[in-house]
């Protein structure tokens, strides 16, 4: 069974400061996809990013990157500068091709930044 | 993703009445998939869909709850004799292929009942 999780409930930095999310997957699958969703107040679903299982390139775009790590299971999303925009509840999620075609979704972090 | 619409954004409901969600996917695309946020929690898999065909209800509530997606027309989530816990926010995503990575999502219908 497939499993993420998103250790950090709440997070709280002030403006500028650096903050990482923490994401950890389970599955035996050697195929998968990972996504990060961002929820703002307003409640939709924003899609950040989504990364395959072969793909260990780090990514970055903008003010945003992600650090994939198959040896330890783990998708941890990095915001350079925080903003005050950038609060929000932000999601990590598992796509396996071998189960059914749903995402399994942590229970998400919620970012809080300070002026 | 503005390509997957859903309406209404909002409904209250009293205990014990309907609630229809509906959920126009991007064009040409004929995989539909259903999930539920409850409040202060992730997202939950409820139901998967192609055109006219129910592949996975396996996250779906046995009672009350049902799922459609017609040749014509939107997919359609029927709540039947709401009560409060069934208050959540609902998302719908679409696909073209039937392999749900590319995951956007519609912005949700938040159902209330009071």
């Known amino acids: 069974a497939q499993k993420v999780t998103q250790a950090q409930t709440e997070i709280s930095v002030v403006e500028k400061e650096d903050v990482t999310l923490d994401c950890v997957y389970e599955?035996?699958?050697?195929?998968?996809?990972l996504f990060w969703y961002k929820q703002p107040p307003s409640g939709e679903l924003v899609f950040l990013i989504r990364?395959?299982?072969?793909?260990?390139q780090n990514e970055i775009s903008g003010r945003y990157s992600w650090n994939f790590q198959k040896s330890t299971s783990s998708f941890n999303f990095t915001i350079t500068a925080s903003q005050v925009v950038d609060s929000a509840v932000y999601f990590c999620?598992?796509?396996?091709?071998?189960?059914?075609?749903?995402?399994?979704f942590g229970s998400g972090t919620q970012l809080t930044v300070l002026p | 993703n503005a390509g997957v619409m859903q309406n209404p954004r909002h409904l209250v409901r009293r205990r014990g009445q309907e609630a229809r969600l509906r959920c126009s996917p991007v064009k040409g695309h004929s995989h539909v998939y259903w999930y539920r946020q409850l409040p202060e929690e992730g997202l939950k898999f409820m139901v998967y869909?192609?055109?006219?065909?129910?592949?996975?209800e396996s996250g779906m509530p046995k009672e009350r709850f049902s799922a459609e997606f017609p040749k014509e027309g939107p997919s359609i989530l029927r709540i039947q004799q709401v009560v409060r816990g069934d208050s959540a926010a609902y998302f719908c995503a679409s696909s073209a292929t039937g392999e749900n990575t590319e995951a956007f999502f519609g912005q949700g219908t938040r159902l209330t009942v009071v």
């Open positions: 990364r395959n299982s072969f793909d260990e």
């Open positions: 599955t035996r699958d050697t195929t998968y996809y």
């Open positions: 869909l192609q055109k006219e065909n129910i592949i996975d």
């Open positions: 999620a598992l796509y396996l091709r071998s189960s059914a075609r749903q995402l399994t």
